[in-house]
């Protein structure tokens, strides 16, 4: 929990700071590409089960903590988001729908805040609901949608993907 509100504090504060009017800011521009590629590829992944045969390095990890709250950051803050999510407005609720991340896995951590809805809803068929510290990882090739989300909440997302190199090819 104390690093879950960490990553909010700071996500608001380069928010605030930078001025920025999306809502995702890239744990590049957090100054944490470092720490969250070394928890994704020591920690996180090692932890499900990832024993693929390639070693870390062979990875690279890119990623965000997003906001999708329904209410501003600060006094002039306006939610949008990257172009390529679709995501759909119905009043205050939000919600992704069905789409496959361009990545070898995501890694989704639920940082917290006050909310309701947003679980996880693989193939159509199982739904995971979001808890506050906890993380979701699948493969980026598989089908998913946000179902509706109310009010104020935080993620860390984090895309896990292979080196642009031609040893690792056989693995896509």
């Known amino acids: 929990k104390p690093m879950c509100d960490l990553l909010i504090r700071e996500a ?4 605030q700071h930078c001025r920025l009017k999306l809502g995702q ?7 944490l590409k470092e720490a ?18 390639v070693s870390a390095g062979d990875f690279e990890v890119d990623g ?7 209410k501003p950051l600060f006094s002039d803050f306006k939610f949008s988001c990257d ?11 939000r919600s992704l729908p ?18 309701t809805g947003g679980s996880v809803l693989f ?14 990882v699948h ?3 598989m089908t998913h949608r946000v179902t509706p989300c109310k009010g104020q909440r935080f993620n860390l997302i984090l895309f896990v993907n292979l080196r642009n190199n031609k040893a690792n090819r056989h693995l896509l």
């Open 12 to 15: 608001k504060r380069c928010a």
């Open 25 to 31: 800011i890239s744990v590049e521009k957090l100054g």
């Open 36 to 53: 969250m590629t070394n928890l994704a590829l020591n920690c996180i992944l090692p932890s499900v089960g990832w024993t693929s045969g």
């Open 64 to 70: 965000s903590v997003i906001y999708d709250g329904d």
């Open 83 to 93: 172009p390529a999510d679709k995501w759909e407005f119905d009043g205050s609720e």
């Open 98 to 115: 069905t789409h496959k991340d361009d990545s070898y896995y995501t890694i989704n951590m639920c940082l917290g805040d006050d909310f």
């Open 123 to 136: 193939e159509n068929a199982v739904e995971i609901e979001h808890q506050i510290c906890r993380g979701i």
């Open 139 to 141: 493969p980026g090739r």
